[in-house]
């Protein structure tokens, strides 16, 4: 299995910054795509920002401007770097990859669990 372990998330005032990591572990797999998602207090997990190993990117339109997406793919990392935090960004932000088993040729989905982002006023 792949293993997703987030780590950079925590307490932040309004227009402070925040880099989230996540890291990639296992063995004989291939990742395609990683990205983050969301989820707010009441309310849906919501995608914010994924990647693709052919360089596309998307991001959520609640923080075009302010997040950036990257990735290196020879450590099998994604970041997620957050500027100008504001509080409706307070959420547990989760790291998702998809990709394949290198063996058994087949697809998954795997998802870290989650790192806790609280902002401030």
């Known amino acids: 299995q792949v293993l997703l372990v987030e780590s950079g998330g925590g307490l932040v005032q309004a227009g402070g910054s925040l880099r989230l990591s996540c890291a990639a572990s296992g063995s004989r797999f291939t990742i395609a795509t990683m990205g983050w998602y969301r989820q707010a207090p009441g309310k849906q997990r919501e995608l914010v920002a994924d990647?693709?190993?052919?360089?596309?990117?998307s991001i959520a339109d609640s923080v075009k401007g302010r997040f950036t997406i990257s990735r290196d793919d020879a450590k099998n990392m994604v970041y997620l770097q957050m500027n100008s935090l504001d509080v409706e960004d307070t959420a547990v932000y989760y790291c998702?990859?998809?990709?394949?088993?290198?063996?058994?040729?087949?697809?998954?989905?795997?998802w870290g669990r989650g790192t806790q982002v609280t902002v401030s006023s």
């Open positions: 998702n990859a998809q990709g394949s088993y290198t063996r058994a040729r087949v697809p998954f989905v795997s």
């Open positions: 990647s693709t190993n052919s360089g596309s990117t």
